[in-house]
């Protein structure tokens, strides 16, 4: 998952990144390190606050632009 370059990249902590999305820093710890996968509400709340699609939060595709209902 890209969750470590996505929060690296908007300048953010793991701590910050807990407490905007609700959980615990060390859940955030366990998921950019692969130790614990996100659940689907949880990779929605992901990408959703990084304004990404889940395939991009995913490592499907490397476009992250969401899809979006026309």
């Given at each position: 998952?890209?969750?470590?370059?996505?929060?690296?990249?908007?300048?953010?902590?793991?701590?910050?990144?807990?407490?905007?999305?609700?959980?615990?820093?060390?859940?955030?710890?366990?998921?950019?390190?692969g130790k614990r996968q996100a659940d689907y509400e949880t990779?929605?709340?992901?990408?959703?606050?990084?304004?990404?699609?889940?395939?991009?939060?995913?490592?499907?595709?490397?476009?992250?632009?969401?899809?979006?209902?026309?």
């Amino acid at each position: 998952m890209r969750l470590r370059f996505l929060r690296e990249k908007k300048h953010i902590t793991q701590q910050r990144l807990a407490i905007d999305l609700d959980m615990n820093q060390n859940t955030v710890s366990r998921y950019e390190s692969g130790k614990r996968q996100a659940d689907y509400e949880t990779l929605i709340k992901i990408a959703d606050y990084f304004d990404v699609s889940l395939d991009y939060l995913l490592e499907r595709t490397n476009n992250p632009q969401r899809y979006k209902d026309i």
